[in-house]
């Protein structure tokens, strides 16, 4: 149980539990033209597993677009970052585009201090990832030899 910083024990009170909400990881597949995988709840060490498995099935399954619906997370830090960025570099090995989605204000700011925000193609909406133009280099190339 944690109690409220500085809060005095009242009637009904004592009880009181500040819980964080769990991650909630689905995903949804837009036939042809993208995976999207939508992130709810925050994401602690405990997640990092079903986070990276989830992110790596849907690199796996090669669609021209992985969108990361971010409007759902209320915290993200290292391990989500890194769970991301990771399945960035996945993503562009597989010819795979990857695109972030309606981040909230904390996670734009991380984003942005790490630098991460000149890696991702970061949109919006979903709407407004699924219908940007492709990104040119990321497109699948055959090797010239």
Same mark, same amino acid.
């Given at each position: 149980?944690?109690?409220? *910083? ?14 964080? !909400? ?9 036939? &042809?033209?993208?995976?999207? #995988?939508?992130?709810? &709840?925050? #994401? ?8 990276? &498995?989830?992110?790596?099935? $849907?690199?796996?399954?090669? !669609? *021209?677009?992985?969108? #990361? ?6 915290? =993200?830090?290292?391990? =989500? ?5 990771? /399945? ?13 989605? $309606?981040?909230? *204000? ?12 000149? #890696? ?11 219908? /940007?133009? /492709?990104? *040119? ?9």
């Amino acid at each position: 149980m944690h109690r409220l *910083p500085g809060s005095a024990r009242h009637e009904g009170l004592d009880d009181l539990q500040v819980t964080t !909400p769990r991650l909630r990881i689905t995903t949804t597949t837009v036939s &042809g033209t993208a995976v999207i #995988v939508h992130l709810d &709840g925050e #994401v602690d060490q405990d997640d990092r597993g079903a986070l990276e &498995g989830v992110l790596t099935k $849907a690199v796996a399954d090669r !669609p *021209p677009r992985l969108i #990361v619906d971010l409007t759902g997370l209320i915290f =993200c830090y290292s391990v =989500c970052l890194n769970a991301l960025l990771t /399945a960035r570099q996945d993503a562009q090995a597989a010819g795979v585009e990857m695109l972030l989605a $309606a981040p909230g *204000p904390q996670t734009l700011r991380l984003l942005e201090i790490t630098g991460a925000d000149e #890696v991702f193609p970061i949109h919006a909406s979903v709407r407004a990832a699924l219908t /940007a133009a /492709a990104r *040119p280099h990321l497109r699948r190339r055959t090797p010239h030899w």
